[in-house]
Every structure is written in structure tokens, then in C-alpha cells.
């Protein structure tokens, strides 16, 4: 009887298998993800970078998926993608079964899913390259207080298969019944080269810094270095990077017989960590320190906090902590030192383009 019943339903199951297979849905209007529970996504494919896929959901927004959970992949426009050993492949993608299919014209290149370092959308189309986001924040205090601050950030990244170029610009200033109280601005550009999915090389950096109160008419710098992601998960993403560096520091004032300009070689270390909390609020921690010479500072320090909130589609609200440190401030021309240590907490807005 067993048996029996086994045969008779040997066939549904077979019949159903093939209208599950069959409800596989065709990327003719959008791209489809699928995760390894299950779940399908259509919407659009923005990006795999360091072990994570960036993809725009219809319902959901903007989501990361990290790679091991990405089930199926496919395309419904021209994607390109970084390979291991064999370097930029472009066409149409379509990845199942721990492999990825690339329609090439009438071709089709059959590769190893985890061969694949990155990827980006939209082929040669330059727009689809670039991306963005401005923060300002403003505050205006009348009456018993007389204050007026400023505050905003920019960045600007470039991101392609296999190179990324990034700009970031953060100014902040502030007046008090008239009196300038706080003028600082910082601007990096860097370009990465990704080897494999967690290891890149940057070839090039070069960031300026200027703040009057911390004494520093003008700072530049360039270097050059390596990074690797330490850990990628669902949630979370930790990259450090590290390298050597040149920089050269002139000064507001200095005290009589000391000189205003000061060079040095130097040591250079960053770490970027991000954490998702929620569907809708993520941490972010970004550090940065200079190992210089004495007459520069020793230790140099720029750390940034922020709690980033989505309201709506494209604007976040952003909470953010500022802490600047130099172990060995200038002295100026009255003989003061400046404070080693600033901090500032703004509340701005944010939107991504």
C-alpha cells in the first residue's frame, strides 16, 4: 500500500518541480535576485562590491545582500563584471547553481561565481558609474544668543568593475555676535584598483586640510597604499588600509624663531566600519590617523560618527560626531597651544544621488 501511494505521487511531485522551475521569473523589464532562503527581489542591479551585492528593490529600496546569500542573479541589461585572471567581462548575466552565465553578443562565457571581484551596471553608460551624497546642516540662534552654524559634506564616487575613484569635501563653520568662532574644511580624493573581492590596491590619495583655530593655514598630503576587507557580513562591513605617505604643513603663526612650514614623511591608517541596525538606520564609523614627525603634530587623529537614518526615498537623517586630535599642537606667535582635542555633534540632512 506504501508502496502504492509512493507511485501514484511520484509523478505530482515531478510535475510540480517542473511548474516550480518553470515560475522562474524572466528579467525582460527588471533585474531578479533570489537569496538563498528563498526570497525573489526584482528592481535593479547596482553594484558587487567587497563580498557585497548593492541592489535597488522596487519595494524596498536600496539593499545589500551579502554574496554567499545571493542564489540567482540575472540582468536585463548590459552588466560588467571584474574576473580573477581574466579581468573585465561584459554582457548580460545570468547566475544559478554557483556559476555565472555571460551572454557576450552570441557567446556565452561560463565562469565561477566566486571568481567574481566586482561587478557594476549599465555596461559603457558613464551615468551608471556615478554616485553621490550632500549633507548640510544649519542652525541660527537669535535673542539672549547670537550664533549661526554651518555645516556640510560631499561625496563623490566613480565606481566601476574594476576601479573606484572617490571625492569627499567636509566644511564647518561657525559665528558668535559676530565673531568667527570655527572655520575648518577637508578635501580627499583617492582612486582603488580591486585584485580580488577583499584586497585593493590605491595608488594615489592626495587630501587638503585647513583649520585656523587648530593652527593649520594649509596641510596636504599624498600616498599611496593597500586595503582588505577584515570582515563582510549581511550587516556588517570593516575595511582597513594603510600606507606610507608625504606632507606639508604651513602654519597661521609660530613662535618667534620657529619655522612656518613644516615637512614630513608619514604613516597613514584608516578604518571604515559600517553597521545596518535596522531596515532603516545604519552606524557608520570612519577613522583616520597620521604617524609625522614631532615638529607636525606626532599623531594626528579625524574620526567620524554617524547615526544615518532613512526618512524618505533618497533622504537620510544624519546624526554625526566629529573628533579631530593632535598630539603635538603648533604653538603660535603668543606663545598659546592650541587644544589637542576638538569635537563637534551635528544634525543634518542628507540626500543620495
Known amino acids: 500500500m506504501f508502496k502504492t501511494l509512493i507511485l501514484l505521487l511520484l509523478p505530482l511531485c515531478i510535475f510540480a518541480q517542473g511548474t516550480w522551475e518553470e515560475n522562474i521569473p524572466k528579467a525582460d523589464k527588471f533585474d531578479w535576485v533570489q537569496t538563498t532562503s528563498g526570497e525573489w527581489l526584482k528592481g535593479e542591479i547596482k553594484g558587487m562590491y567587497e563580498n557585497e551585492l548593492e541592489f535597488d528593490s522596487k519595494e524596498f ?19 560588467s563584471l571584474n574576473i580573477e585572471n581574466r579581468g573585465i567581462l561584459t554582457g548580460r548575466l545570468n547566475l544559478y547553481d554557483g556559476y ?32 553621490g551624497s550632500f549633507s548640510l546642516g544649519l542652525s541660527i540662534s537669535k535673542g539672549n ?8 559634506s560631499l561625496s563623490i564616487k566613480r565606481q566601476t568593475a574594476k576601479i573606484r ?23 580627499n580624493a583617492s582612486i582603488d584598483s580591486f585584485q580580488t573581492r577583499r584586497f585593493f590596491i590605491r595608488p594615489a590619495f592626495v587630501e587638503y586640510f585647513a583649520d585656523s583655530f587648530q593652527n593649520v593655514k594649509s596641510k596636504l598630503t599624498f600616498g599611496l597604499g593597500a586595503g582588505y576587507d577584515i570582515y ?22 609660530v613662535a618667534q ?4 612650514e613644516e615637512e614630513t614623511f608619514a604613516f597613514i591608517l584608516t578604518s571604515d566600519y559600517d553597521i545596518e541596525l535596522n531596515s532603516r538606520v545604519d552606524f557608520i564609523v570612519k577613522y583616520q590617523a597620521y604617524f609625522v614627525n614631532p615638529a607636525s603634530g606626532s599623531y594626528v587623529q579625524h574620526t567620524i560618527s554617524t547615526l544615518r537614518t532613512e526618512l524618505i526615498k533618497d533622504f537620510d537623517l544624519d546624526i554625526t560626531f566629529l573628533w579631530d586630535r593632535v598630539q603635538n599642537p603648533k604653538q603660535d606667535a603668543t606663545g598659546n597651544f592650541p587644544q589637542r582635542d576638538d569635537y563637534k555633534t551635528t544634525l543634518g540632512i542628507a540626500y543620495n544621488f
Open 165 to 187: 575613484f572617490q571625492v569627499n569635501h567636509l566644511a564647518n563653520f561657525s559665528r558668535t555676535y559676530g565673531i568667527e568662532t570655527e572655520n575648518n574644511e577637508r578635501l
Open 100 to 131: 555565472a552565465y555571460i551572454q557576450i553578443v552570441e557567446e556565452t562565457v561560463q565562469i565561477d561565481k566566486n571568481t567574481i571581484i566586482s561587478m557594476t551596471a549599465g555596461g559603457n553608460e558613464e551615468s551608471a558609474f556615478w554616485t
Open 145 to 152: 544668543t547670537e550664533q549661526q552654524d554651518l555645516s556640510s
Open 257 to 260: 624663531g620657529l619655522p612656518k
Open 61 to 79: 529600496n536600496i539593499q545589500f545582500i551579502d554574496w554567499d546569500d545571493v542564489k540567482r542573479l540575472m540582468s536585463h541589461s548590459i552588466t
Open 232 to 253: 563582510t557580513g549581511p550587516r556588517t562591513n570593516w575595511t582597513l588600509f594603510a600606507g606610507p605617505a608625504y606632507q606639508s604643513t604651513s602654519f597661521e603663526e
